[in-house]
């Protein structure tokens, strides 16, 4: 058990909805990190957020925000959906950054589009 | 821009087998350099990290040396066993952010 929590574990919608993913880090962790898992396309990284900041962003839509509440828990929400946005998401965290240190990953949501 | 290249899978090894899963990266600074591995179901948990280079990380029989003159971080082991089965990623932790190989899928037969 790494500690980080993410809900839901699955989540079956349809094209053109919006879902909302929840994501608890790590007690003490400040950073947050989403990354999306797809078969095509590997291990993505969206977006980073550190202290309630958005600290780094990656291949993230414009489809898709995220933020991180002053409890350190974290949302990331995906509007408009695409059968192409089928995917295991995956929320981590740490307590700095990931240069010299660890990311702690949850389970994951996975999204399954129609 | 960073990346990490890994080769590519299914890898498939008799138990006691020796492995070698290659990594090499490009970035503009002095990354880290990481293995994770994903089981079956799971999220991604760290396997050994190294943070400057010619540092070997280690963990549960796995090595990995950070090469810089290679750009390499090549992960092995000596004798796989069942339990090592799973995906292996490589990665570089840089600006604040991680990049992932594709991933590697190890699958070890009794």
């Known amino acids: 058990d790494s500690g980080v929590t993410q809900t839901p574990k699955h989540l079956i919608t349809a094209t053109g909805q919006r879902v909302t993913l929840r994501c608890s880090p790590r007690s003490g962790d400040l950073s947050v990190y989403w990354y999306q898992q797809s078969l095509d396309q590997g291990l993505q990284f969206l977006i980073q957020y550190y202290n309630g900041e958005e600290r780094a962003k990656g291949n993230i839509l414009e489809r898709f925000s995220a933020q991180q509440f002053p409890d350190l828990h974290s949302e990331l929400n995906l509007s408009s959906l695409e059968l192409g946005d089928s995917a295991l998401y995956f929320c981590?965290?740490?307590?700095?950054?990931?240069?010299?240190?660890?990311?702690?990953f949850g389970e994951g949501s996975r999204l399954t589009v129609l | 821009g960073d990346s990490v290249t890994q080769m590519e899978g299914p890898v498939t090894l008799s138990e006691e087998a020796f492995l070698t899963i290659n990594c090499t990266y490009t970035a503009t600074g002095y990354p880290s350099l990481f293995w994770y591995v994903q089981y079956p179901g799971e999220g991604l948990q760290l396997l050994l990290k190294a943070t400057k280079a010619d540092d070997k990380g280690s963990n549960k029989g796995f090595e990995a040396t950070y090469r810089k003159e290679t750009t390499s971080f090549h992960l092995e082991k000596g004798s796989v066993q069942v339990s090592d089965s799973a995906v292996y990623f490589c990665?570089?932790?840089?600006?604040?952010?991680?990049?992932f190989g594709t991933g590697t899928r190890l699958t070890i037969i009794p």
């Open positions: 990665a570089l932790g840089l600006n604040e952010k991680l990049t």
């Open positions: 981590a965290s740490s307590p700095s950054t990931v240069n010299t240190g660890e990311l702690f």
